[in-house]
């Protein structure tokens, strides 16, 4: 079992940049896949982006060259880093853990970019 702390959220400009932070409550260095999604009000949860344990990773098209996912095993940290943010991703950022055919969510953290 983990449990995923997601921070960072917040209020930014449109052009602008945040850092989202995913911590684990363990070790992550085995955990197959972690990922980045979010959910804007009256919509469907999305994929964001995707890392698997080597290294692997995968982006939707509208965050691709815009949004950098990473991993730091030493700190059981996920990275979501988002440039050049636009009013369109405005959402709540949920990080989820894939482990032993479980997936495990973290609570969300919000992110608002104003235009």
């Known amino acids: 079992q983990v449990q995923l702390v997601e921070s960072g959220g917040d209020l930014v400009q449109a052009g602008g940049s945040l850092r989202l932070s995913c911590a684990a409550s363990?070790?992550?260095?085995?955990?197959?896949?972690m990922g980045w999604y979010r959910q804007a009000p009256g919509k469907q949860r999305e994929l964001v982006a995707t890392?698997?344990?080597?290294?692997?990773?995968n982006y939707a098209d509208s965050v691709k060259d815009r949004f950098t996912i990473s991993r730091d095993n030493a700190k059981n940290t996920v990275y979501l880093q988002m440039t050049s943010l636009k009013p369109e991703d405005t959402a709540v950022y949920y990080c989820?853990?894939?482990?032993?055919?479980?997936?495990?969510w973290g609570q969300g953290t919000q992110v608002t970019v104003s235009s």
């Open positions: 989820n853990a894939f482990q032993d055919r479980v997936l495990y």
């Open positions: 890392i698997t344990r080597d290294g692997s990773t």
């Open positions: 363990r070790s992550i260095f085995s955990i197959d896949a």
